[in-house]
């Protein structure tokens, strides 16, 4: 293992901090407006470039996609994203950890002829 990413936010904090302890290389997430977006078009720029792939049978982990909608933050000042919950889409909760693994990809893709596999489980 290379690369955890963890969203912090709320309840994920304790998480963190167990992470930390055995892997101090965690990446910690606090979602705000600006990681969201950051998460998103890094996304984005993979799906778009078509280097994310997955089982087809694997139908959740498209509709957490689908479930994330481009909003404004409560101020009405900042772009974001949200996601309804939903029992397919369960409030995009793939989605959000798929981000988490594609943000430790480098800008390119693959770099000086290696390749990034992530497997989840």
Known sequence: MSYIGIDSTGVGHGVY???KAFFPAVREFVYNPNV???????????????RLEF???HTDIAQ???AIR???TASGN??????????????A?????????LFNEPLLG???NTSNIVEIF
Do not use: C, Q
Request: proline share 2%; aromatic share 8%; charged share 25%.
């Open 17 to 19: 901090e167990n992470v």
């Open 36 to 50: 969201k977006n950051a998460l998103v078009l890094k996304a984005y720029d993979i799906i778009s470039h078509r």
């Open 55 to 57: 089982d087809a049978g």
């Open 64 to 66: 957490s996609f689908m």
């Open 70 to 72: 481009r909003a404004t």
């Open 78 to 91: 900042r772009p974001t994203y949200e996601a309804s919950r939903s029992e397919e889409a369960s409030h």
């Open 93 to 101: 909760d793939l989605a959000w950890a798929t981000m988490h693994a």
């Open 110 to 112: 693959e770099a000086a």
